[in-house]
């Protein structure tokens, strides 16, 4: 019984060889292809790159390996909550969200019994559901390219951390205003920058509703909306930065 | 060929069963001659729904039915038969288009019977079992369902009579809950926000429910008039104002509305007005002007102006009290339904929308409604009174829709009043809004404020109701009219230099030191208004206006001394006055005149306090007081 296997399997093996020989690497080049097109694969950057240093910045030291595992060991995955740019992964990220042709997290990212985690870097940014992971992957789309407030954020390398400080954000999360103030405030000067000439009491960070959440107009995944228009229909009021 | 439909509604738990009793008709089906097929489908849309279909070869008794339906009919009410309708249709099966696709897991196509046709020509298009295929000659109606009632009692079925189709007027109650709460409050204005504060004052577990991303509703952008015979500060004493009683304010108050209104809530009004104000100033640090007015409708000198002249005076000590005693206020939360079991049973619980998806809360102790008035649904006040038009402004936020009152009628809850919407006479002319500078022609009229035409002529009395007031603008034709005032009027109707300043600069405010420059930045005839002044003037030296028979009052001030005022006004949606009927306990009464258990309603959601015309100044101490008395009751119900 085993003499035939021994056999069928050194023949197809020579078979492999004759057609490897023959076809100058491009048997590898059309399983990278196949293979990136299967979800939940991590795979070769050479995929879709000749050459990993062609995508390197300037003066980037020379890279080993073919796979996001090759950046992790220099670019640990950054896990810090604090509101500051990220560029390393802001940059990463952004690259391979392609106009119009959206994004396929599964390149780089791992995700196993709903935790989200990272091609062989052994970290997890937490727990995620399938239509939760869907539903920011399009939100990554929105912040690389829309014209919404996360793609502005964008453009300054703030990513979902910078705001969402607690942990990867579910639908319906929101950011309180303490966060914002980091960076935009304190309060008392965003107030004195927006305070129009003209009417110095239509001012839209002093509100005659009181203290209310920068939520209500600055909408970060979506077009924001003056509120005040609601009722005060004649006001000429625009929000600056999507 | 005949197909006869039994459409059939059953008992959601009783699922099981039906299906084990088709199938025994169906293993017995050899003696009926002339059947066919017999296929049985489930509605994916409506869980309850299933349509039997029988196919008979021959003629079958075509307002009768066969008596192969009655039996199926007889042995589903058995087990829990809530609704059937039948119905017997000429049909052609080889002609009917049925879709090819495939079948959905919940609808179950039973075999062929005898004659066997094609399996693929048999399968039932998903969802799509109300549309009939065509060649549909002749249709008889057999029989219709029960009542609305017993469906309501019998199976556990929200009455729904939001949906499209009368005969899917039930809305099943949810099978869990994501969550128990003693006393849900929905709307965060000052009914809300003071019925929450005495509920969690006496130990409940409060949640106010708001819609809106921010809190407050009307109530913080409203005028801060409050009107009240008497507070701690006795300012009426104090400025030698005359006299006034909880009897008059009540006098006052039925007289304005026309003796439409409900005495009982009018008595609890002017009876707690003056302490419910007394306890935001002890327990909210609520501030008031050292001002008192007599506004349009009242006898007296009894309305307050709060001392930052905007309902936020007094929302701010309200929400502070009501998070002191550990009520939480969750924004963006819309309820979306009322769940309530049967006519006779206590509210349960309701289906809140929530940035995070669906909740159904579960109410142990009460539900307090008070989610305001309708003002801003332009269909819903047009529905109850034709003659407001979409043209009109509102001076509302854009959150008064007044679903929450279909809600409550949809669980049974009666309403009163409905048509009765009021327009405020003095808004903003172009967007409507009750700015500050509005509130200076209601506050004003009691220290000689004029309102004049584009003519410059007076038109009204001006210590009219604002009914009437706003007729005679309407009846004017012409837009807009204005408010003059003299700068000796100011601090005493309430008003601040400060804000007249801002006025201006806004252009809401016209200022000029002579009557003649006012007239001719107004644009208006310069002899006109001299005349029109001079004789007001006159009138209130003699004590009498012959002209529109205005009671004058020894506190009114002539327009002689500069610099004059002018703003311009128009009225705008302001307030319905109709809406939920309640008792003098603030318990929501039904379209039976019952109590619904564990059912609170105050203010302007509610109807019948305030009769066909509010008086100015009596909205705050209505949604405060019976805020306060929702509260109090809602607090002491079981758990």
């Not at chain 1, 997890?124 to 407030?149: H, M, P, T, V, Y």
């Not at chain 2, 106010?208 to 509703?217: A, F, N, R, S, V």
């Not at chain 2, 049973?345 to 940035?355: F, S, Y």
């Amino acid at each position: 019984m085993k003499k035939p296997l021994l056999l069928f399997s050194f023949i197809f093996v020579i078979l492999f060889a004759i057609t490897l020989a023959f076809t100058k690497g491009d048997v590898f080049a059309q399983a990278k292809k196949q293979k990136a097109k299967a979800p939940s694969k991590n795979v070769s950057c050479l995929s879709c790159h000749d050459k990993i240093s062609n995508v390197l910045p300037k003066n980037h030291k020379p890279v080993t390996g073919d796979t996001i595992a090759s950046c992790n060991t220099c670019h640990r995955p950054d896990m810090s909550i604090k509101a500051e740019p990220k560029p390393y992964a802001s940059t990463i990220h952004r690259a391979h969200i392609k106009e119009g042709k959206g994004a396929d997290c599964m390149i780089c990212h791992t995700h196993a019994n709903n935790r989200f985690g990272l091609y062989k870097s052994g970290v997890s940014f937490g727990r995620l559901k399938k239509d939760e992971l869907e539903n920011i992957k399009n939100i990554f789309i929105s912040w690389a390219q829309s014209k919404n407030i996360d793609a502005t954020h964008s453009k300054v390398d703030i990513m979902c951390s910078s705001c969402h400080d607690k942990k990867l954000p579910l639908t319906g999360d929101t950011v309180e205003n303490d966060r914002c103030l980091i960076c935009h405030g304190p309060l008392e000067d965003l107030q004195k920058r927006s305070e129009p000439k003209d009417f110095p009491d239509r001012n839209p960070h002093k509100s005659h509703l009181g203290d209310i959440a920068c939520t209500v107009c600055h909408h970060s995944h979506k077009a924001s909306t003056v509120y005040c228009l609601g009722c005060h229909g004649n006001f000429k009021m625009k929000i600056p930065g999507g | 060929m005949y197909l006869e439909c039994i459409k059939v509604r059953v008992n959601l738990n009783k699922e099981k069963e039906l299906k084990s009793f088709l199938d025994g008709v169906f293993n017995n089906l050899e003696q009926y001659g002339g059947l066919v097929r017999f296929e049985f489908y489930k509605n994916s849309l409506v869980p309850l729904d299933y349509i039997i279909h029988l196919y008979w070869k021959e003629d079958i008794n075509i307002t009768l039915g066969s008596p192969l339906s009655y039996y199926i009919i007889e042995g589903l009410q058995r087990i829990g038969l809530i609704n059937h309708t039948m119905w017997v249709e000429e049909t052609t099966i080889g002609d009917m288009e049925y879709n090819k696709g495939d079948t959905s897991e919940d609808t179950k196509n039973y075999p062929d019977f005898k004659n066997n046709v094609n399996k693929e020509e048999t399968m039932a298009k998903k969802d799509e079992i109300k549309d009939m295929p065509n060649k549909i000659t002749r249709r008889g109606f057999l029989k219709a369902g029960v009542s609305a009632g017993m469906l309501a009692a019998a199976t556990g079925l929200a009455l729904d009579l939001t949906k499209k189709d009368a005969e899917a007027a039930a809305k099943t109650l949810p099978k869990k809950w994501d969550e128990e709460i003693d006393v849900v409050v929905v709307g965060s204005g000052f009914a809300g926000l003071a019925a929450a504060s005495e509920a969690g004052k006496r130990g409940a577990k409060v949640v106010i429910l708001e819609k809106m991303p921010t809190y407050g509703g009307n109530s913080i952008i409203n005028g801060g008039v409050y009107a009240a015979w008497d507070s701690k500060l006795h300012l009426r004493q104090k400025l030698n104002l005359g006299n006034d009683s909880p009897k008059q304010h009540f006098d006052d108050t039925l007289k304005g509305g026309d003796y439409y209104n409900i005495p009982v809530l009018v008595k609890n009004l002017t009876e707690g007005s003056a302490d419910a104000l007394n306890w935001m100033i002890e327990e909210g640090g609520c501030k008031l002007r050292e001002a008192l007015t007599r506004a349009g409708g009242h006898s007296a000198y009894r309305t307050h102006t709060v001392a930052e002249g905007v309902g936020r005076g007094f929302t701010e000590p309200l929400r502070k009290i009501a998070e002191k005693y550990g009520a939480k206020i969750r924004l963006n939360n819309e309820i979306t339904w009322i769940w309530r079991k049967d006519t006779e049973g206590p509210i349960l619980g309701v289906e809140v929308k929530t940035p995070k998806g669906k909740r159904n809360i579960k109410i142990k102790k009460a539900l307090v409604l008070a989610s305001g008035g309708f003002s801003r649904d332009i269909k819903m006040r047009q529905a109850f009174n034709p003659s407001v038009v979409p043209e009109y402004n509102s001076t509302n936020h854009p959150g008064a829709t007044g679903e929450c009152i279909r809600f409550a009628q949809a669980i049974g809850a009666d309403t009163l009043h409905m048509a009765f919407i009021q327009l405020y006479p003095f808004a903003e002319p172009e967007t409507g809004i009750l700015d500050n500078p509005a509130v200076y022609p209601f506050n004003g009229v009691g220290y000689g404020l004029i309102y004049v035409d584009k003519n410059g002529k007076r038109f009204v009395n001006e210590l009219e109701r604002r009914d009437v007031c706003s007729m005679a603008q309407i009846k004017l034709g012409q837009k807009p009219t204005y408010s003059i005032f003299n700068e000796e009027m100011v601090t005493k109707m309430g008003g601040t230099m400060e804000e007249i300043e801002k006025g201006i600069a806004k252009g809401r405010f016209i200022k000029a030191n002579t009557i003649e420059e006012l007239a001719q930045k107004l644009k208006m005839p310069v002899n006109n208004l001299v005349e029109t002044v001079k004789k007001h003037n006159q009138y209130l030296k003699d004590g009498k206006d012959p002209d529109f028979n205005k009671p004058i009052t020894k506190a009114m001030i002539p327009l002689e001394k500069g610099p004059f005022y002018a703003v311009a006004q128009w009225p705008a949606v302001h307030h319905t006055m109709g809406g939920i009927r309640i008792n003098e306990k603030a318990q929501v009464i039904d379209i039976w005149g019952k109590v619904i258990p564990k059912f609170y309603a105050a203010g302007e959601v509610t109807g019948g306090v305030h009769g066909s015309n509010r008086l100015g100044s009596n909205a705050i101490p209505d949604c405060v007081v019976h805020g306060r008395i929702a509260g109090i009751n809602a607090a002491q119900e079981k758990a």
